[in-house]
Structures are given as structure tokens and as C-alpha cells.
């Protein structure tokens, strides 16, 4: 009799979980041509070596210092920066500086947990589908890569993936972000195609699924002081995917926010502020309420008459047409860069982006002291976007059948199976529905979704 393999996954299976996981553990199946047990581990206390180095670290109260915080590494694992990210997720981080130090302390165990949890297991486990490894999951990945297992995971701005880590090609990769960042590839692609495409999102960006719902409001009143401006700054949620790309030396996207805004008032610089859309989305409910109390709140304490604060949601492409093409466009990570860049806006932004820093897409930063003299640059003195690392990063972001633009989406499948409305409700009513579904229906959802899994390769 053939013992099964241990398909590991990192949470218990239920709602489009449980189908995700079904589907991830057929496709393992048909990769190594083995049968696999999917297996959830309950977590035990961390080893005496976790604990000395948790104490240590609380005794020379580095959880107080972010930078050094952020920098811990545990059996070489990024552990700081993983707790970091987890701690800055949860909203009761920001309801006193107590509930912050607390949360760091709490989440720096947690994450020895996993990362002797991961080390204990590995050894067990041939494959597995680790969710949101951009949390405290992550370690799950990191592990599970030095030990060579096959990965599976899902994260913008690609669908649902898996890397073989056995292979020697995919070393590299050992890292979240380096596993769902785009790199060059040598395919052949039509530019003139690919501009197309990023201007029908541009013009309507309701046709991104997480856009969807979004009520963009006029801006009428605003046109005529647009052209003033040289710089606009892009602002992202402050609490969800912060540090998913890596890290540049910011423990989160209030602290860049901060930053940014300092550095810019001292320069004299005349700047645009504009929130995310999804600040206003009901969808988002208390993380919405939360983005848009942070933003005020740093947006009053930065306020200057040579800023503009624009605190609706506002359509991108309305607003560029309305900029002088001499406004520096800044941005942390975000698309809106590569939108800005197909028409022709200098952008500057941080390494941890979803392209890898080999593109010439931006002028990007690798830590505080290099953005601090990036944003000192004059207009003549930044560097405009290479347009064939433009093209090429655009043809992946827009053209990857399993991405959010493709067909082969893990959650378009999802949606065309239940006959629900794409992305309505997201994940919320998905879950309501497949908690509902006979056995049956789960399984042939999961055998479409095995079928569209994307392999990644370096």
C-alpha cells in the first residue's frame, strides 16, 4: 500500500478555503503522480532557544525600537518583519501606543511559534497551500522553501500559484515577495496592445474586480488648481498588505505617509495628497472607517498651504488629464505608478513594489536615506520610465490569464461555478455559499480550480 504525502495547509479548511486547498492538493497530485492527505497542524509552544532569544529581545527592549524590530531574524527567517506586518493588520494596534508595544510583543512570539512550528512539520510535509504570506504566514513559506517542498499561495499581482522549490531554478525564489513579484521575461508581447489595455482600466476602473463597487465623485471644483502642483502622492491602505513586497526600511504605510509628507514640506515642494478610493469603500467597513481616521489624522498634522488634501474618491485618469506633465508622481508600491508612467509622468517609488527592482519602471528607493534624496530631485534631475521594462512589466500585470484581469482568476472561477456576481461581497459571500454546498459541488470546483493553477518559474 502507498503511504499518502502531507499536503500541509496553513489554516482550518472551511468556506472557499476548503475548495482552494482541494484544489491545490489535486494539482500536487498530478505533479508528483502521488496521493496526498491534506493535513492542518494544531501549533505547540516554541522551543527553549525561541524563548531566550524572545526574552533577550524583550530585555534590550528592541520591540521599541522599529528598526530593529523590523530587522529580527530567527533561524533565518525574517521574523521581525513578519510581525511587524501582522501587528500593524490588526486595528487594535492603533488604539493606543500601549496596544501597539502590546501587539508587538504578542505577534514577535507568535512568529517563533510558526517558525519552529515549520521547522518541526517539514520534514513531514511534501507540499502546501500557505494563505496571506505577507502575515505571519510567510515563515510558512520561508520554511517550506529552504526545505525544498512544492508552495502554493495566491496574492495580486498574480492569481493562484505554485513553485516547485525542489527545482534549482527556483532557489531564488525563497522569499514571498521574490515568488510574487513580476520579473523580465523574453516574451514577445505588442506594446501598442498593452497601453490599450491600462488606458480601458484607466478610463473605467470599475473593470478591476476590487474596484468594482467603488463611487468615484466629481472634481470639478479642483481643475483649475490642478497645473500648480509638482508632486502628487498616492496614499495606500495603512493597515492591509503593508511589507507584502519586502523591506525598505519602513515598519508601515503610516510611517511612509509621514515621511514623505515631512520631507516634502521641507522641501517647499507643492504636493497633491490623495487618498485611496477604497478608503470609501462599505465593503472595507472598519478597515475603510480606520484608513480614513489615520489619514486625517496625519493629513492635519502635515497640513501646509502648498498642499492639496483630496479626501474623496477620486478617478486617477481624471485627475492626470488635468496635471501639469512636469507632477512627480510617488507612490509606495502602487499601480497607480504604472498608469502614470503609459502617459508619460516621471514616478518615483520604494524597491518593495510588485516588479522587481531590475526594471527601470520608476526612480526607486532602497531605504529612508536614499528616498530622502530621491524626493530632493528636481523634475530635470529624475529619470523618465524605460518604456520596453514598461511594456514588459504591463504585458504580465494586464495579459496573465490567472491575474484579476484574466479569466482563469482563482475567484472568477469561483464565482462562474456558484453563479454569484463576480467579486460582490468578495470573500464573505463566497464563504456563505460553499459552507452550503453539497461534497460534490465542492469537488468539481476544486478540479476546475487544480486545472488553473499558474507555475512559476525564475
Known sequence: MIKERIFFIS???????????????????????SKFKIQFYKKKFPSLNF????????????????????????????????????????????NST????????????????????????ADNVKAAYIDHCGYLNGIYFRVFALKKKIIYTNNNPRGLFCIDFSKKKNKRLNKNEDAIRL??????????????????????????????????????????????YDHVVYCHSFIDGSLWFGNDGFSNLQDWLEFTLKELKKNNAKAIIKAHPNFYRKIYSEVGKKDQKIFKKITDKYKSENFLIINKPISNYELMKKLSKKTILISHHG?????????????????????????????????????????????????????????????????????FTGNY??????????????????????????????????????????SNIEKIYL
Not at 11 to 33: D, F, M, Q, V, W
Not at 59 to 85: M, P, Q, W
Not at 183 to 191: D, L
Not at 383 to 392: C, R
Open 335 to 403: 499601480t497607480s505608478l504604472l498608469e502614470g508612467a503609459s502617459l508619460g509622468f516621471k514616478t518615483i517609488c520604494s524597491m518593495a513594489t510588485i516588479w522587481n527592482p531590475q526594471f527601470r519602471i520608476s526612480n526607486q528607493w532602497f531605504n529612508s536615506n536614499d528616498y530622502s534624496k530621491v524626493l530632493k530631485k528636481k523634475w530635470e534631475e529624475l529619470k523618465f520610465t524605460n518604456n520596453s521594462d514598461l511594456n514588459n512589466v504591463l504585458h504580465q500585470y494586464i495579459n496573465n490569464k490567472y491575474a
Open 51 to 94: 524563548f531566550f532569544f524572545f526574552f533577550k529581545n524583550i530585555i534590550n527592549l528592541n520591540f521599541l525600537n522599529k528598526k530593529k524590530y523590523l530587522n529580527l531574524s530567527y533561524k533565518n527567517c525574517d521574523i521581525g518583519r513578519h510581525a511587524t506586518a501582522t501587528t500593524y493588520r490588526d486595528l487594535s494596534t492603533y
Open 183 to 228: 520579473f523580465k521575461t523574453k516574451i514577445k508581447h505588442n506594446s501598442n496592445n498593452n497601453k490599450k489595455k491600462i488606458f480601458e482600466f484607466l478610463k473605467n476602473p470599475k473593470l478591476i474586480p476590487h474596484m468594482k463597487n467603488t463611487k468615484y465623485k466629481s472634481m470639478k471644483l479642483l481643475n483649475s488648481k490642478l497645473k500648480k
Open 409 to 450: 482568476h482563482y475567484l472568477k472561477i469561483v464565482c462562474r461555478h456558484l453563479m454569484i456576481d463576480n467579486f460582490k461581497g468578495y470573500e464573505k459571500e463566497i464563504d456563505n455559499v460553499l459552507n452550503k454546498a453539497p461534497q460534490n459541488s465542492i469537488n468539481k470546483l476544486a478540479s476546475k480550480l487544480s
Open 11 to 33: 489554516r482550518p479548511s472551511n468556506g472557499i478555503y476548503k475548495a482552494i486547498s482541494l484544489g491545490c492538493k489535486k494539482h500536487a497530485e498530478k505533479l508528483t503522480k
Open 98 to 121: 500601549l496596544h501597539e508595544v502590546l501587539n508587538l510583543i504578542k505577534y514577535l512570539f507568535l512568529a517563533g511559534v510558526n517558525v519552529d512550528h515549520a521547522y518541526a512539520i
